[in-house]
């Protein structure tokens, strides 16, 4: 299997770097990166965001909307004002 990256310059002469420091080559050090992310399972960024922010309170849609209606007619009583 091929895998094509868009990765900039500098963060592939870092990965260099590394791989050199560790004795390793960049695929090596590739490789291990990858089987890292394999291993963190099939959550997704936000699930995994979740999981480690569990304090913070589920919002649903409405609570979404009515924060927004909140903001905007206090921006609007703000703007009002000057």
Do not use: C, Y
């Amino acid at each position: 299997m091929t895998l094509v990256l868009d990765i900039p310059e500098q963060k592939v002469r870092q990965a260099e770097a590394v791989a050199q420091a560790e004795g390793k080559t960049l695929q090596q050090v590739l490789e291990e990166f990858v089987d890292g992310l394999a291993q963190q399972g099939t959550q997704s960024t936000w699930e995994n965001l979740s999981n480690r922010l569990p304090d913070i309170a589920e919002l649903k849609e409405s609570d979404i909307e009515a924060e927004i209606k909140t903001v905007r007619a206090d921006r609007r009583k703000h703007t009002q004002a000057e």
